[in-house]
Structure formats: structure tokens, C-alpha cells
């Protein structure tokens, strides 16, 4: 029995590969952490505010995306 060397065998069945419903409740869980998380930061903390909003819009439009992607296309009528 022959096996191909390791470098031409596919990995594929080595990942661990995410439904669009998991990725989505992971982004879920980050977007969450977040919300809670704003409310508790100061005035002097602006640097970091930005940082969680910027990274809270991203999030927010990753997980859009993904929602949209699993919602069937639109048909045109007649």
C-alpha cells in the first residue's frame, strides 16, 4: 500500500470548517461582548472607544453579510 507523502495529501479533511450558522453566532457572541462592554469605558478612554466601534461596524456588517448570503435570491416576475 502506497500513500501519497504529506505534502501532496488534502488537508481538507483536517480543518475544522465553520456553517454560516456558527460563523454568525460567533459574531453574534464578539458583537455582544462589545455592546456591553462600550457602556463601561470613560471619557479618558477614547482611543479604545474607537477602536470597539470601528471593530463593532465590521463585525456588525460580517454578520450581515453572512445573512444575506443564506437568504434565497430574489426572483424577477414576468
Avoid: F
Wanted: glycine share 4%.
Amino acid at each position: 500500500m502506497t500513500m501519497k507523502p504529506e505534502s501532496e495529501r488534502s488537508d481538507w479533511t483536517d480543518l475544522d470548517l465553520l456553517t454560516r450558522e456558527e460563523a454568525h453566532g460567533r459574531l453574534r457572541e464578539a458583537i455582544d461582548e462589545i455592546e456591553l462592554r462600550l457602556p463601561e469605558l470613560g471619557d479618558t478612554d477614547v482611543a479604545e472607544r474607537e477602536l470597539l466601534v470601528s471593530r463593532l461596524r465590521a463585525l456588525r456588517e460580517a454578520a450581515d453579510d453572512l445573512l444575506d448570503a443564506t437568504r434565497p435570491a430574489a426572483t424577477e416576475g414576468p
